[in-house]
């Protein structure tokens, strides 16, 4: 299989990964730092050779099979991954877990080329290191991945699907609201005028 390891920064808390401009939802100035910075390192690693996914004849012969077992040539985009991430924070009340999770989920796959859809298996772990804050990160790729559920016992899982309905589709309005320069210079002079 084959493996990479890093050592990252603490990501941003999702709490500091985004912010409204403009009446939309964008990565913050913080997260715009931690993934740009992280991008310009994989696209350093991957000039030196060192960040990339081995072709399908390589990927297989690390599990002893051959080309002819499987014909149909592996692309990144048919790779499935498997993350580790280990955070280690300064207390172990600092964060929540999963408040890193996608914006590494997010880098690590698009220095690799692959679709993040493309993570079949997550593993998030909280440690304390009050003296060294880090993220350690491993990232496996996948021969292969079986879609279908194990046979798992489940005649002890307490089934909550029935208590939550379906969500009813939202009814569209017959006349949809634009945006009309003119109305709103109007509205903005009357305001004005009133105050």
């Given at each position: ?5 890093f050592i ?6 999702i709490?500091?990964?985004?912010t ?11 997260a ?16 030196a050779?060192?960040f ?6 390589s990927?297989?012969s690390l ?18 991954l498997?993350l580790?991430?280990e ?9 929540d ?17 692959v ?7 997550v ?10 804050p880090?993220?350690e990160v491993?990232?496996?790729a ?20 029935p208590?939550v309905?379906p969500l009813?589709?939202k ?7 634009t ?7 109007a ?9």
């Amino acid at each position: 299989m084959q493996q990479w390891r890093f050592i990252l920064p603490l990501p941003p808390s999702i709490n500091h990964q985004y912010t409204e401009r403009d009446g939309r939802w964008v990565l913050s100035r913080e997260a715009r730092h931690y993934k740009t910075h992280l991008q310009k390192a994989f696209r350093r690693l991957k000039a030196a050779g060192k960040f990339q996914i081995k072709p399908l004849d390589s990927l297989l012969s690390l599990f002893g099979e051959t080309e002819t077992s499987h014909p149909a040539p592996r692309t990144p985009q048919e790779t499935f991954l498997s993350l580790r991430l280990e955070f280690f924070f300064k207390t172990a009340q600092r964060r929540d877990l999963d408040n890193g999770l996608k914006i590494v989920q997010d880098l690590v796959c698009e220095a690799l080329g692959v679709d993040d859809k493309n993570v079949v298996a997550v593993e998030l772990i909280k440690r304390v290191d009050a003296q060294n804050p880090r993220l350690e990160v491993i990232v496996s790729a996948l021969p292969s991945w079986d879609f279908s559920r194990p046979n798992l016992q489940t005649s002890s899982a307490l089934d909550l699907r029935p208590f939550v309905p379906p969500l009813k589709p939202k009814t569209l309005k017959s006349s949809k609201r634009t945006f009309n320069l003119s109305d709103w210079l109007a509205e903005k002079e009357a305001d004005l005028a009133e105050s």
